[in-house]
C-alpha cells in the first residue's frame, strides 16, 4: 500500500501561482508513473500532467506551457507548478501513483481560482 497526501492547494486570483506537493509513503515512488489529475464540479475527472520513471513529461492541451510536473525521488515527492491561473482551473487535484496494475490516489487537494 502506498499512501499519498497532497498538499499545496488554496484560494489565489486569476494569473497567481500555486505548487502542489504530493508525497509518497515509503520509497518506491521512483519506479511508478506519477499523475497530477483534477476534478471539477459536474465534471469528469481528467489527467493533467504525467511524469514517468524516466522523467518525460505530458500535460493536457489546456495547461501546456503554464503547469509544470516535476519529481523528487529521493524525497519521495511529486510536484505541480501551477502558473497563470484562470478561473477554469478551479478543481479538486489528485495525485495518482501508476504501476504496472497498481494505483493509488491521494484525498485530493482544492484549487479555486478567483476571476
Known amino acids: 500500500q502506498v499512501q499519498l497526501v497532497e498538499s499545496g492547494g488554496g484560494l489565489v486570483q486569476a494569473g497567481g501561482s500555486l505548487r502542489l506537493s504530493c508525497a509518497a509513503s515509503?520509497?518506491?515512488?521512483?519506479?511508478?508513473?506519477m499523475n497530477w489529475y483534477r476534478q471539477a464540479p459536474g465534471k469528469q475527472r481528467e489527467l493533467v500532467a504525467i511524469?514517468?520513471?524516466?522523467?518525460?513529461?505530458n500535460y493536457a492541451d489546456s495547461v501546456k506551457g503554464r503547469f509544470t510536473i516535476s519529481r523528487d525521488n529521493a524525497k519521495n515527492t511529486v510536484y505541480l507548478q501551477m502558473n497563470s491561473l484562470r478561473p477554469e482551473d478551479t478543481a479538486v487535484y489528485y495525485c495518482?501513483?501508476?504501476?504496472?496494475?497498481?494505483?493509488?490516489w491521494g484525498q485530493g487537494t482544492q484549487v479555486t481560482v478567483s476571476s
Open positions: 495518482n501513483f501508476h504501476f504496472a496494475t497498481i494505483d493509488f
Open positions: 515509503g520509497s518506491i515512488l521512483s519506479i511508478a508513473t
Open positions: 511524469i514517468d520513471s524516466g522523467g518525460k513529461t
